[in-house]
């Protein structure tokens, strides 16, 4: 399975992403969690704990391999480097492991115009359209709102794409414009999980508003979710509600696809 998992900001994308990748290493899959969000928070939603976040280095701040894998340094426009340069090795040597899930950092390239054609993007984007096309496990990749990383080669891997959204208008229009941009590379498989859910009323404002989106399942807002994110514990051990939730989310998802 290769998932990626999108949305605007606070809808609990995050969240969604470490239950799913610890749920399918609870089950004995071969799991390599990607955080590709510039703000970073995949880490603690597996089970990391602030020293071991703390420890991990992000794939963009990386600078030596950056330059030995593209032959030229980091931050230079305009010069000449690999635009396929060799990656297949790095889930396995930069990745950090927790809970049966490995994890990688991808990070983000500090400066105006973070989609640059330079060293430090050609590399990431190399990177994410391996781990979704040609990696022989589990690979579930939180994402920014926006999928400027994902590529044409990357639809041809992918299994989903996960639209998290809330009740919400802003959230619906986001997730409808991740739809224009999905199928604008040919991301055919996109799905609606609609988060912090209070009420019937809020799952029929989520399906009434999202046209030919399907939604595969709704999470409850919870106040677990944050009290785990403040005293920095998994909430995969500390909600089985939530677990519970995103089985049913997974099990549809995984039914959806073999239909489809």
């Given amino acids: 399975m290769k998932i990626a998992i999108s949305g605007k900001g606070g809808v609990g994308k995050t969240t969604l992403a470490g239950v799913l990748s610890r749920i399918y290493a609870e089950q004995g899959k071969k799991v390599l969690a990607v955080d590709a969000d510039p703000d970073a928070n995949l880490a603690s939603s597996l089970g990391f704990g602030a020293e071991e976040v703390s420890a991990i280095t992000p794939v963009s701040q990386m600078k030596e391999l950056i330059e030995e894998r593209t032959g030229t340094r980091t931050g230079t426009m305009g010069a000449m480097f690999k635009i396929n340069p060799t990656v297949d090795d790095i889930p396995d040597k930069y990745s950090a492991e927790k809970n049966g899930v490995k994890l990688l950092i991808m990070g983000t390239v500090k ?12 590399l990431l984007k190399s990177l994410l359209t391996h781990m979704l096309v040609e990696r022989d496990e589990v690979v579930i990749v939180d994402m920014e709102a926006g999928i400027e990383h994902l590529g044409r080669g990357t639809a041809y891997g992918m299994d989903a794409l996960i639209v998290v959204v809330e009740p919400g208008q802003r ?3 986001t997730a409808h414009n991740i739809k224009k941009l999905a199928s604008d590379i040919g991301i055919k498989s996109v799905f609606i999980v609609g988060n912090k859910i209070n009420s019937e009323q809020d799952k029929e404002f989520i399906e009434s508003n999202l046209d030919e989106l399907e939604v595969i399942g709704f999470i ?4 677990g979710v944050i009290s785990s994110d403040l005293e920095g514990v998994s909430p995969f051990d500390r909600d089985g509600k939530l677990v519970e939730e995103v089985k049913e989310i997974k099990q549809r998802l995984e039914e959806k696809l073999k239909t489809d």
Avoid: A, F
């Fill in 111 to 122: 400066k105006g115009g973070s989609g640059c054609y330079c060293p430090e993007n050609v």
């Fill in 171 to 173: 959230s619906i229009q």
């Fill in 220 to 223: 409850s807002y919870n106040k």
